[in-house]
C-alpha cells in the first residue's frame, strides 16, 4: 500500500517538478506575443477579450489534438479546455486504485503539500497571475471516475503582479473543492 501510494505522489509529481515556492514567473512566450498583439497590457491584463478568445480557441485545440499525453506510466493528460480566465485540465490514473487508495488520493489531492506543488508549477505566464486565472485539475480513476477537482487561483497561491512589479505575500489559507 505505501509502495503504490509513493508511486501516485511520485506521478504527480513528475507533471509538477520544480520548487515549492509559488514566485512570479519571467514573462513567457505567450506573455510576449499577447502583448506585441495587443491583447494584454503593460501589466498583462487582457484589453483585447475577443483577440484573447481567439488565442484560446486555437491553443485549446492544438492542444486537445495532441491528447492523451501520457506523462509516465501512471499518469497521462486526457482533456484540455482553455478560455481567457479558465483553464481545465483532466488527468487520468493508469493503475488501479482500490477504494482506500482513493481515499487515500483524493486527500493527497486536497492537501497544501499538493497545492503547493500546483501553486509552484501551474501559473507560468503573468497573464495568467495578472487576471486571475483559475486552474482546474480534474482527476480520474482508470475506470473514468472522477477522484477529485482541484481548483486553485493566484489568490490561492498568494501572487500578484501590479504597476509591473511582482509581489508574492506567503499565506498559509487552502481553497479546494
Known sequence: MLQKKFIIIAAISAFFPGVICAQIPEPSSTDKAFLESGIVDS???FIDIEGAKLAFRELSNNFAGTLPIQINSETSIISVVM???YLIFGYKFLIDLDIPQKIEMKNYLHSKEHRDVVCANVFTSRYMIANNNVIALDYYDISNKRIAMIKITPDICNLKISN?????VPKMSIQLR
Open 43 to 45: 501589466n498583462y491584463k
Open 83 to 85: 478560455t481567457p480566465n
Open 164 to 168: 509591473n512589479k511582482n509581489e508574492y
